[in-house]
């Protein structure tokens, strides 16, 4: 747990830095200290950047930032307000206000960072998918690679009468998503969610066994053979490559590049008891999220070095560095430029989009989470009510008018409409409109579409 505790030399301090015209436009923040959550992965960056660089003081915050044990206990306890906010899974302040699973009101004006997952399998798994992986002049394997190579590895088990387990971390985030994007573009069925038949294991009709296993939790899991591969943020896949037992075999940015991984969540009924305190706190973390990116990545080994203290991520520095830095290995010894493989800043990766919110929504529908059809103005009515363009809007503009940020960091609010245009930077070549959920859906062979429930 790291603590900022307010005493009286914080209160001269806060009063300095947070200026007349902030308090004249946005207000002293009514909450000042806070308790933040987040999980041991290095997208919890922003949250770490803030506190260590004064950010969160410079808006009269005073931070305590306390590792949670999963993603159920940190979401459970934004919603009963021992945590303030929390570092979360994109898909749980949508899923919790859909009432998939957990049913509370939790929203998000800040999205923390573009990709940062991958897919590991284990050696074994690896050895017999090589064989269906086109390799390159150099002799090394084709990316991405598809689950095509996974299919007739999955089928020799089941024709052995044995189950393929893979881990991820939570139902509703992105890794179930990503990885049953990729099954399923491979021609693999990943399962089905059935809560009408009371049924949330999310394997109904299933060729691979989708299970939750924690982040940090992933490596020795798969080496002691509970699953047979897993899809989970860094540093928990280069740490398998480190260790020689697995073998990431795909990221998240070629599944879907640049997708949104994480946001910040409140509680709805936080936001608004403290409204300034909110905008105070995006402030803190959109310059923390720019800091990441600033002069094409120049402070990412300070990032690293900061991420591996063991209050934060805890996990070794060269293992961290791995995927912060530029660049990221498949199997051993393959390390590839990913310049991109985090992202927090660049291409306007802190605005929550609704676009973003929809295609969250889409995929709880394909696979059985929102077990009935819902018209597209559901789609758009949910993504609206989560996400909270207008706060990011108001912290963004104080920044600018503090000289902190420039116009141009940020979209143009007087255009922005809250969706991206279609996408089609999918592995299977599908294109996403955020406008037409119900049509993006009748693309896939897999999955449920129309009207049709389990």
Do not use: C
């Amino acid at each position: 747990m790291i603590t900022l505790k307010r005493n009286a030399v914080a209160l001269m301090v806060s009063a300095v830095l947070v200026s007349t015209a902030v308090q004249a436009q946005v207000g002293a923040p009514e909450k000042e200290e806070l308790k933040l959550g987040f999980i041991k992965l290095t997208d919890m960056a922003p949250l770490a950047v803030a506190y260590e660089k004064g950010y969160f003081e410079d808006e009269g915050l005073y931070v305590t930032l306390e590792a949670q044990a999963n993603w159920k206990v940190l979401l459970d306890r934004v919603i009963t307000g021992e945590l303030d906010g929390a570092h979360m899974l994109a898909g749980q302040p949508l899923g919790a206000t859909a009432g998939v699973g957990t049913k509370a009101d939790v929203v998000t004006a800040f999205s923390m960072d573009l990709n940062g997952n991958a897919t590991t399998v284990s050696n074994k798994i690896w050895e017999a998918m090589k064989a269906n992986v086109p390799a390159g002049a150099d002799g090394k394997p084709v990316h991405p690679i598809k689950a095509d190579a996974l299919k007739p590895v999955v089928q020799s088990y089941k024709d052995q009468g044995k189950a393929f387990n893979m881990g991820m971390v939570f139902p509703v985030s992105t890794h179930n998503y990503e990885l049953r994007y990729w099954l399923a573009a491979g021609g693999l069925n990943p399962g089905f969610y059935a809560p009408l038949k009371g049924d949330n294991t999310g394997q109904q009709q299933a060729d691979v066994l989708l299970s939750v296993t924690p982040p940090p939790q992933m490596p020795a899991t798969l080496e002691a053979g509970t699953i047979l591969g897993y899809s989970v943020g860094e540093p928990w896949n280069q740490a398998a490559v480190f260790k020689g037992i697995g073998v990431p075999v795909v990221t998240d940015a070629e599944i879907w590049h640049n997708n949104p991984e994480k946001v910040f969540g409140v509680a709805q009924s936080w936001a608004e008891k403290y409204p300034n305190t909110h905008v105070h706190l995006v402030k803190a973390l959109i310059r923390a999220a720019y800091w990441l990116d600033q002069d094409n990545n120049a402070n990412r080994q300070e990032a690293v070095n900061l991420l591996a203290k063991p209050e934060y991520v805890g996990a070794d520095a060269k293992v961290i560095a791995n995927s912060m830095t530029g660049t990221f290995e498949f199997e051993k010894g393959d390390k590839r430029p990913a310049a991109d493989f985090n992202i927090f800043f660049r291409h306007h990766a802190t605005y929550p989009y609704y676009s973003d919110a929809i295609w969250y929504l889409t995929q709880m529908r394909r696979w059985g989470q929102i077990p009935e059809a819902k018209p597209d103005s559901w789609y758009a009515d949910l993504a609206k009510k989560v996400y909270k363009p207008e706060v990011y809007r108001q912290a963004a503009e104080e920044l600018i008018a503090e000289g902190k940020m420039k116009v141009s960091d940020f979209p143009d609010f007087a255009k922005e409409t809250g969706y991206k245009s279609p996408d089609n930077k999918f592995i299977d070549g599908i294109t996403y409109d955020g406008h037409k959920p119900n049509d993006y859906l009748k693309q896939f062979p897999i999955g449920l579409k129309g009207d049709q429930k389990l």
